[in-house]
């Protein structure tokens, strides 16, 4: 009997060492195929002979039989840049990678191009798989761009920034006292983390609406699934106008994802600071616009996305005509009003006007006024929408009240993009003063609004 039972284990045993044996057999039926987390894998714009990020994606065998793949290759490494890392394994041709049934394997792509055209270029290849015979491709693209790197030092003298190709600034761009940088028509200047741009001197950026000068981060990848890093803040530091700064030009232009958009230091009121005309500064990780006693002009702005104020004045002398300043900003827990006006003792403030424009966001009060009663503050809102506990007072003229303004897009799709444009039933449209508007016949996209004109830097395209 003992020996019968002793028999009945060996043969259950042998049974369950043969199955697992046959469990880890490798299929090679030629039907059997892989399948991938994505068709394509793009990287949006990767700077010439520099890095991308790296790219992440997984290779599934869905069936019940254990798979080798006998090859995984890169067709064109050498043209494309492209390399990968297949399951903890580098290489740009690898072999006889294992993948057991059920399961996946992660991969990984990063792509260095060398484009050396003015403009963007478009890269392709593909990763070839071969199982049991079986072909299939993962396509891989690349749009490759070719940049003036800018690595320290000054503008030293007088200079002209072209549209030729982009600059990467890895650390900050100084123009000295006395010296005037412009930047053309559609120059674009992207920043490293935490680089800045600090002016002693003057700066022109001569935009246009078509092509705008651009300020921004250098990452154009995603940050997760729809989500662009071109809409998260705090890439990098700012744009820095130094006291001994006068009389720049910022003509479309686009300030974004920086932690500090524009500062203007202090340099009193005899002498202009600035001129800002269609000029956009958005998504911001501490504040849009701050300026502390200058003489500033503003017109067609569009100042939104803060965690702190999208605008913010403390004494000087300043004119804001058809701007939109709201804020949305859902990044972090906001920790200012949108638009903050205040004095000090060193500080009065001459003039604020703010004429034609919209003052808006979530909170219940979107306008704050600190006013330090021992030094002058003069201020006035005329024919303006603002989200605020009404004010009676004479300094508000034609003001519209808590009356949502009805933007075109307030994340709705949950990517943190926005639109501030006007839609139908906005309670700006045709409440513009006339008078004002016809300083700035056209507005931030170029319509023309000599025809009953709306509140804000957009208007209603009928």
């Known amino acids: 009997m003992r020996k019968l039972l002793h028999l009945i284990i060996y043969v259950a045993l042998f049974a369950a060492l043969f199955a697992c044996s046959n469990d880890d057999d490798f299929s090679s039926d030629g039907n059997l195929t892989l399948k991938f987390s994505a068709d394509k894998i793009r990287f949006d714009t990767v700077f010439s002979h520099i890095g991308s990020a790296t790219k992440q994606f997984k290779i599934y065998n869905r069936s019940d039989k254990s798979l080798v793949i006998s090859s995984i290759q890169i067709m064109n490494p050498d043209k494309s840049g492209f390399r990968m890392n297949i399951d903890g394994e580098k290489g740009t041709s690898l072999s006889n990678v294992e993948i057991l049934k059920k399961d996946s394997l992660f991969g990984f792509i990063e792509v260095t191009v060398n484009a050396e055209a003015e403009n963007p270029l478009l890269i392709r290849d593909s990763i070839r798989f071969e199982t049991n015979g079986n072909i299939q491709y993962l396509q891989l693209e690349a749009v490759g761009q070719d940049v003036y790197i800018w690595k320290g030092g000054r503008i030293t003298r007088d200079t002209v920034i072209l549209s030729k190709k982009p600059l990467l600034v890895y650390d900050s761009i100084i123009i000295n006292k006395g010296v005037t940088a412009t930047f053309q028509e559609g120059a674009k200047i992207f920043f490293r983390n935490n680089a800045s741009m600090r002016i002693y001197g003057t700066l022109k950026a001569n935009g246009s609406i078509q092509k705008p000068v651009i300020f921004r981060g250098d990452r154009f990848d995603r940050i997760e699934g729809d989500i662009l890093y071109d809409n998260v803040p705090g890439q990098w530091d700012g744009i820095y106008f130094c006291p001994e700064s006068f009389n720049n030009e910022l003509l479309n232009v686009n300030i974004r994802n920086a932690t500090r958009g524009i500062t203007f230091h202090d340099s009193g009121i005899k002498n202009k600071k600035a001129v800002l005309t269609n000029t956009v500064v958005q998504n911001t990780a ?177």
Request: aromatic content about 12%.
């Open 286 to 462: 501490e504040y849009g616009v701050k300026a502390t006693n200058c003489k500033i002009e503003g017109g067609n702005c569009r100042f939104v996305n803060s965690k702190g104020a999208a605008l913010e004045v403390i004494g000087g002398a300043y004119t804001f005509l058809h701007c939109t300043i709201a804020n949305y900003y859902q990044w972090d827990r906001r920790i200012a009003e949108s638009l903050l006006i205040s004095n000090t003792i060193s500080a009065p403030l001459e003039k604020c006007e703010f004429i034609n424009s919209i003052i808006y966001g979530p909170a219940i009060d979107e306008l704050y006024i600190q006013m330090l009663a021992s030094n002058t503050f003069n201020y006035k809102f005329a024919n303006c929408l603002i989200k605020a506990t009404e004010i009676t007072r004479s300094e508000f003229i034609n003001t519209i009240w808590n009356a949502d303004p009805q933007f075109k897009n307030l994340n709705t799709s949950g990517d943190y993009s926005y639109n501030f444009e006007l839609t139908d039933g906005s309670p700006a449209i045709n409440k513009a003063d006339k008078a004002y508007s016809t300083s700035l016949p056209s507005d931030l996209k170029g319509q023309s609004r000599l025809d009953n004109p709306d509140i804000g830097c957009y208007e209603w395209i009928r």
